[in-house]
């Protein structure tokens, strides 16, 4: 019989990838499915991560700097963990959903936080495989094989990632308490986060030359060592078998964490409270009323107020539309200067139109709040069965908010292109172009697959909204479609034909795309819809 | 008002939980529908609103099939489930608002619901947030729902479930109402007593069959409704 613990650790794991969407003697298949589908994107990102771990391998074995390959694979590692912790510890370890009934069980409060703490590790392990394990392989792979390096390599690999999710947990309780008493709780946290998220993606812009700025036999080199430390340890103890590193790395992320167990431990109840909503009720004047709306227009309402009340769901959902204005000005900024050169002009205004489709595609894509759409209803699903309003008007009010959110990023996206890369009136309108047709797309392409597969079953909107099935599918695809779309340029059209043509080829794709996608939903969607049964 | 007709419905297991389901409620009806624990009560409930399908029968609602002509029959129809999850992030006033838009009323939702509010008296939690509800004030938001619009038949699963003395003793007036104004309520509940003093109509079911259907007097005679529902409804 499984201890208390492990039960707890076992429920906490299932209750991430479970899912709803068949019974009985499909389920199985069903399941099996899912399964295949987790393996084939850990192998797909296992071999994107070999690839850049391969190439900056060959990088640096000529520069006789191979130790920066596990400096690298550590702050990818850093990287995903802090992402994945820092949107884990609000409703997974505090302000639960199930906190009541854990509370009420003749349960040790140290078991249950020690079992959510325990499943959010093996979680962040399984993103430490995929961010760390690449690069440790091609760097014994290019420097040589030692019994020290890769035991130190286990003792470091079980260790580290003790360290983000303390930071992480510490830096979400810095926003909760800052925000606990603010009137406008969810647009600052929101705030917060899309900073915490321009900070990461501005590091990941500057990768190369912070790793260069790393030099492992001197800590001292430059401020980024000084605050990247715990990498830096990490890396000495695996690369050079130094012992006292190995020790300061263990120290570095076991005492945090367990400064954060043990604060946890210590304030569990008043951790809770600074995450559970408590406001005052808003005065309401029925004589006055409210506006009366069109059934489209309420069930439209509603779904913008869900996405923009939820701020976990807003940022996990439309994090790509953000990322694709920031990185719309990042490229624009750091844009070369080739003044003068009327050739090197065309070429650099030709590459800037290309990689310009190329985010349009990877970013509109990647997040996308109609995979989850259906799934995130959960138990309220019987109102909308119950209520007159039609399966059209069902989908297309939450594709209209998807719409209206993601649509001016796009357009804004387009308009700093534009100015920054000096794009022609043409260039504009087919990046526009190409943006809407990728937007309709993966909104159609989205709520097929959640239509397909949906759960209602979750206790946490993060299941459905980061982990679910049909995201997974969604992510997989955007990457795989963004990677044909460099492949099919660099392969077979660059230099025969002009980016602008080879955008608005792409461009006829998407239509065609986008067209059968319609056709499907016409046809099958109000079936797939009735069989949806809660 | 709502028919049902020799309806049987499986899940996907393959087992039959509605096993050829016939009752009639008239305008006027207030329907008792009792039954024990996975008896089939809430499956009939959620296929007369057309939110599970059936294989075999058919369901009325003013004598539109509900499988033929949803979207009609919805209009018609009123539900309120036994566990009323509602979309947390509206405010209570915000979602009887949205009902109100769904179901095309007017400003005449003003005086329903300043009136309704009042009866059930959570006026002063309007402005929260569902999320911010207990289960009782989820309960009276939901019958708020449903009494509010003009619907003919109303479809309540434990309506009394949550809620308080006051709102209980209120809601079955509202019910009694409802039935003499011609509108007819179809409800299933594990409260015998209140069947029995409330509803001039009940049913009982048991395995996925009706046992008992009829007039309250026929059904119970001078026996109590718990003792004829103990007796396996015979």
Redesign the interface.
Known sequence: MKSVFWQLVSLNIKSNFTANY?????KKASQTGTMVLYLVLVVYLLGVFGWTAYTMAQQYASANMTELLVVAGLLYSLLFIVLNTIFSVNRYILGAKDYDFLMSMPIKKSTIILSKFASLLLLCYAFEFLGLLPFLVMYFAFSGVTVLGILFSIVAFIVFPLFPIAISYLLWLFIGWITQNLPQKQLITIIFSVLLLFGILYLSMYFNELLTAFDLNNVNASIATVILYPLISTAQAICFGNWLSLLWTILICVIPFVFVVFLTQRFYTGLNYIFV???K????D??K??K????F???Y??EM??LV??PMYMLNTCMGAIMLIVLSIIMGVTMQDVSGDVDAINVLKDMNLFLSGFYIILMLAMTNPMASSISLE???W??L??????FNQIIWSKMLVYITFFAPCAVISVIISCICYGLSVWAGAVLLLLSMLVLLFFGLFGLVLNLKKYNFNWTNEIMVVKQGAPVMINMLVAFAIAFLFLILYFVLFMGLISSLLYLGIICILFAIGTTILLVYINKNGKQLF??I?? | MLNINNVHKSYKKGVEVLRGISLNVEAGDLFAFVGQNGAGKTTLIKCCCGIHDFEQGEILIDGVDIKKEPMRCKKNLAYVPDNPDMYSFLTGYGYINFICDVYGMGDERKARLEELSRRLDIQKSLGLKISEYSHGMKQKIALIGAFIRNAKVLIFDEPFVGLDPFASSELKKMMREFCDNGGCIFFSTHVLEVAEKLCNKVAIIKAGQIVASGTMQDIKGDKSLEEVFLAGGE
């Open positions: 068949t019974t009985g003697a499909r909503a408590h406001p009720a808003k005065k309401v029925i004589a009323g409210q009366v709306r069109s059934p227009f309420a069930m309402r509603k107020q869900c009340g939820a959960g138990k309220t019987w109102q069965k119950s209520m007159p309003v039609s009735d069989a049964e809660c």
